[in-house]
């Protein structure tokens, strides 16, 4: 893949997001913003924080310029981001609470904490900092994420891109059965990341193994009679693809394709019901009313998507109860799923944006029931 | 690397694990200790736990049987953990925090909460759960965790080779000169991988990025003239490997040379310094004392070293300011390194267990400086 190709987001889109921030922060009645190394800063600095025990911090205030609390040895990492925010490093030795400490004047009133700054750093910001109310900075971070601009669709379908081309390598790349998981993960992964996506993660789920949605793979040796799901994605310009794909090794059985049908037409009914205004939860109950008709309701164990940006989970969750719209530029994975215990799973995944049209896949590698040797 | 000879943790240590910990609980007059997925979650219990948004949590009261609070669709995946703790599921669309709650009866107490634990969730249960304070586990955990058993060593040992056998294999691989960082790392990667490590991370810093000491890796070209710092590792059965060698393509210059020799004198005196007793800040103080009077005290800027297992940088810190005597089976890096802004950096890394005897290096391939084409 060409990375030369490849957009990149400029600094006046940073300023922007930083700016609708402090609005959101004062409509919300919030008078600072912190946020850890987390897609969150990654998406208000472009700045790709380490995430370890040494703190790194942004606090943006509801007016005025953010600082970025760093440690002395990571600095030289913040980049542009430090036009972005005043750098304030602190050394091995010292403590970086004095550091935060140094940044605010007085009480620092209503102070929303971004989702995955960890437990042990809130608990001594809460020793450190007069707050009068601690809250989740989520709900304002998803406000301004989950609609993705131009650039970040495109960078979306680009990684999308890599895992079709990587899967149409994979289907002529020789037979499952006889490989372990990981070695099948592997050549997956293999061609994956040679299709220029930065890093790559994975599932492979094999035979009775595939009826857990979430399985480690492992070294279970693949055989015919299997079903195989692959789950997989990777990141380009910090973007995700995430993408299912379930295989049968030799000839499957009625039941199986009966499933497979099933859970097809469940993941199509999703995508053709994408549209703006339509409540999150419609998604889920579409596709469970495709499953729970066709008798599996019971084994359609999880929600049947999630956002797809700088994360691989977040927001809008399209799960019963979320009476969010969706809204043109939303992306999510449309992924239903069958899993009968101890026996096989089938699930199909694919990346989907809601536009003014309704939803447009943004992966398209083929859906169609296949038979790998 | 034959994966038949790594030892496996049996169900009575984390049996004993789980009593200790109650233990330390009562000690403290702490009631709960809250646990997300995290290294402390997997020592406990073995349960390699997905960390998402979805809350995965172990509950340990003081006394009595222990919790473990799991998404639904991951359920399959506590395995034997479900022996040792009582499992409750919630599903997608019900709340977790609804599961949190039925655990426990009446007003929690003192809380100890896991310091990898998302904010988020910190957040809600602190809503949820009608507790007197709420404080960090730690320093709870770090007291079980720090000195290692003779399992957790061997493991130790077993990824510090996988290391030196691939680092040996590396230097042989050919010139590095003509290479990115990003290829060099990947060459050295896929070496370390296959001695049967699960995964590896690892950094690759080239001429002045050399002198950025957590440099992310990129696509410099490597040249002739360059210093070259590689950071690399990966687990055994969980348990981390961290070495770190600094090669010099095409012959270096006198004060590269004279740098070098500086580092080097710094880890061989941090190894000779390691006995049980000696206060940790001791050794980070050693190293400094070596590079200070050498006349770059100002160009390390980073403590010494860190404590190594389940996580790559985990407790006890060689660092000024913690008098935390080392113990025996206390495994931690020993690394100074010297960083020149601009122009290149040194940095010597080994993992250390502290014996009676003194210090033992767990990885053994050379320190002496390698020129490379």
């Known amino acids: 893949m060409a990375t030369a190709n490849i957009p990149t987001v400029p600094k006046t889109t940073y300023e922007d997001r930083l700016h609708r921030v402090q609005t ?11 946020l850890g190394p987390s897609a969150d800063l990654f998406y208000l600095t472009g700045f790709d924080a380490h995430v370890s025990e040494r703190l790194n911090l942004l606090m943006v205030p509801r007016s005025g310029d953010p600082s970025l609390v760093v440690p002395l040895l990571e600095a030289p990492n913040v980049g542009a981001a430090g036009d972005l925010a005043r750098v304030v490093s602190w ?3 010292e403590s970086p609470m004095g550091s935060v400490a140094s940044v605010v004047t007085g009480d620092t009133g209503r102070v929303a904490v971004g989702n995955h700054l960890y ?15 601690w809250i989740e900075a989520g709900p304002i971070m998803r406000d301004l994420r989950m609609a993705k601009d131009a650039v970040e669709i495109e960078l979306l379908e680009i990684a999308g891109r890599a895992n079709d081309v990587a899967w149409e390598a994979f289907l002529q790349a020789g037979p499952l059965s006889g490989l372990t998981e990981r070695q099948a993960l592997q050549r997956l992964v293999d061609l994956t990341l040679a ?19 979430h399985y480690s793979t492992g070294d279970r040796v693949i055989q015919p ?10 990141p380009v310009g910090g973007y995700y693809s995430d993408v299912t794909r379930t295989v049968h090794v030799g000839e499957p059985d009625e039941e199986f394709r009966k499933v497979y049908e099933v859970v097809l037409e469940a993941n199509q009914a999703t995508l053709d019901a994408v549209r703006p205004g339509l409540a999150c939860q419609e998604l889920d109950r579409t596709a469970r009313r495709v499953i729970t008709d066709a008798g599996y309701g019971e084994a ?7 956002g797809l940006g700088l994360e691989v989970h977040e927001e809008p969750y399209l799960v019963e109860g979320n009476d969010l719209p969706l809204a043109e530029g939303m992306v999510f994975s449309d992924e ?6 101890g026996r ?12 003014g049209e309704g939803g447009r896949r943004l992966n398209h590698s083929t859906r169609d029931l296949v038979v790998m040797g």
Chains 1, 2 share one sequence.
């Open 300 to 306: 359609f164990i999880h929600r049947v998507g999630h």
């Open 225 to 234: 009679g299997d079903s195989v799901i692959f789950d997989w994605g990777g």
């Open 336 to 341: 239903p799923g069958i899993y009968l215990e």
């Open 91 to 93: 050394a091995d030795h």
């Open 344 to 355: 096989f799973g089938v699930r199909i995944e694919d990346a989907v944006v809601c536009t």
């Open 24 to 34: 959101a922060l004062a409509e919300r009645g919030v008078d600072w913003l912190l």
């Open 195 to 213: 299709e220029g996506v930065s890093s790559c993660w994975g599932i492979c789920a094999s035979g009775p193994n595939a009826a857990a949605p």
């Open 119 to 133: 437990s042990a750093f809130l608990l001594r910001l809460q020793d450190t900092l007069g707050a009068s109310a």
